[in-house]
């Protein structure tokens, strides 16, 4: 196993503040922020009052028209068409959490227009990823006329085109990359096709599926189909789409922080029986839920239904209005996730055994590894802790009767589906976006694929360089960080891709009181100028020796910390450069 030894661990680069000083005094006045706020508002890409308060104000009003996607009317007349001629539909979605919640959305609404709606998710191992003939013949079987695919179904040209040859018309709801031609349903609603005109590409499946709900109750709305009902408030949705936005690493700018925001606030609240027992199991109830709470907390649980056993228990945890129900179904999700957890050690364990000591590893620029021993629902979690270890795409892959079925993650900088897209020759199948992949591959290809994956990477060595850089966004002493400051700062939440947590750079500090704490951690306090603070360094143990009694400069997140229910402010530190 690669161990990085020096310090500072990683390069670091500080954001070029250019000309825009002036754009950093407005943003300061008009929003009463700290300077160094408004800097790091330049540098998310604000550069006018419009976007600053958009970004600091996300808002419902700030919607792009559903119909602006391309073949959006298409899918909506079609459904409508269904509902009134009462044709049986099915949504049929994947087994991830955008899956799972894009389902959830669209059955909880649908539901309530037609009683002849039914849902279906394939089993991960069984069946594997998108449309399936035999499960068109039972839709055929069952006298189905319609199926919704969501978060699938771009990928599925033969099985589509299979479906409308049994009179079976589609619908499709998907994000992914689009290779080759469409296929040929009623509607391929999808950001990424180059005719649509939706301003923002990066919606998750479940943002999309948001967006034809929107569509779908307006078109609704004009038959005065709510005349003499209860109208649907599609906000009491976003709680739902939160979590399955957050789960597919989606970019959380534009739509996704609006869905993100307003959803984290709607689970903190918590009123939502199958997610107030979620957060009760995973022990996080009576927190606020920030973006990693999410991440770490709720959406391993969901995930791990569809990983290991079935993604209906964790569909019917997020439709059920019975509190006991749901703490039923959230105690099994969270016996599937400690399942998850212990085959995923497992695996990982396998494999850096098997890098071992081999100094050749460090001259490799992506990782593929192989064994029918390991669990398919798990290998991308896998794949995933690779890529924070070693800093470079990684796919792992999981072997049955000589064909393999992997998942691949990517560094920031490289396109991994587009790396794939290279490889389609060694491929049995593939599919995914920018950060993740999947494929299906003959097991005597395998040593190929390695071999070409590390040419395409190699080719792309800026993407490898980038991930072992970290951007600072700009130089803040840290007697500048007071409550009032911190404030300020929880506005630029939620965080995640595409809007990361800010990092900061402090001068000339000295730490006292180191601990290791936890699984490895590094508890330090931290003194500069006067003023002091907790810090924690995750997983840097190692480093007590050298910093003890040393002065140094740091890269770090401030954060307020709620342990025992206490908020402190604490700093989160990100690499550490001894200077004496």
Known sequence: ??????????????????????????????????????????????????????YLHPSLNDLHSPFLMKDMRKGVARLLQAIHNKEKIVIYGDYDADGITSV?????????????????????????????????????????????????????VEEIAYARSLGIDTIILDHHEISGHLPLAVASINPNREDCAFPFKGLAGVGIAFNFLIALRGALNKESFWKDKHYPNLK???DIVALGTIGDIAPLIDENRIFAKIGLDLITEGKRPGIKALKEVSGVDNQTIDSFKASFSLIPRINAAGRIASSTDAVKLLLTDDFTEARVLA?????????????????????????????????????????????????????????????????????NNGVGKGSGRSVSGFN??????????????????????????????????????????????EALETASQISIDTECPIENITSEWMAQMEKLAPFGSKNPEPLLYARNVKASNLLIVGNNHLKMWLKSNGASYDSIWF??????????GANFDIVFTPQINNWNGSPDIQLKIKDVNIIS
């Open 236 to 238: 009491e949705y976003l």
């Open 104 to 156: 959830v959305i669209l059955f909880k609404f649908i539901k309530e227009i037609t009683p002849l709606i039914e849902y279906y998710i394939p089993d991960r191992v069984q069946e594997g990823y998108g449309l399936k003939i035999p499960f068109i013949d039972k839709c055929k079987e069952d006298d189905c006329r319609l199926i919704i695919t969501v978060d699938c179904g771009t990928s599925d």
């Open 539 to 548: 997983n840097m143990a190692k480093y007590i020796t050298d910093l003890t």
């Open 416 to 461: 991994i589906y587009k790396g794939i897209q290279q490889c389609e020759h060694l491929l049995l199948s593939f599919g995914g976006h920018y950060h993740a992949a999947g494929i299906s591959i003959k097991e005597e290809n395998i040593r190929d694929f390695a071999e070409r994956l590390d040419e395409i990477t190699g080719s792309g060595t």
């Open 1 to 54: 196993m690669i161990e990085k030894k020096q310090l500072p661990v990683s390069r670091w680069k500080i954001e070029a503040t250019g000309d825009h000083k002036n754009i950093e005094v407005l943003f300061s006045k008009e929003f009463g922020v700290h300077p160094i706020i408004s800097q790091i508002l330049i540098n998310r890409g604000m550069r006018d009052i419009e976007a600053a308060r958009r």
């Open 331 to 399: 105690e099994k999700l969270d016996s599937y996730n400690r399942q998850r957890q212990f085959m995923e050690k497992k695996i990982l364990r396998d494999i850096l055994e098997s890098v071992g000591d081999n100094a050749s590893i460090e001259k490799t620029n992506s990782f593929v590894f192989a064994s029918d021993k390991w669990h398919q629902g798990v290998v991308g979690i896998v794949a995933s802790r690779l890529v924070e270890l070693f800093n470079r795409p990684a796919f792992v892959i999981s072997l």
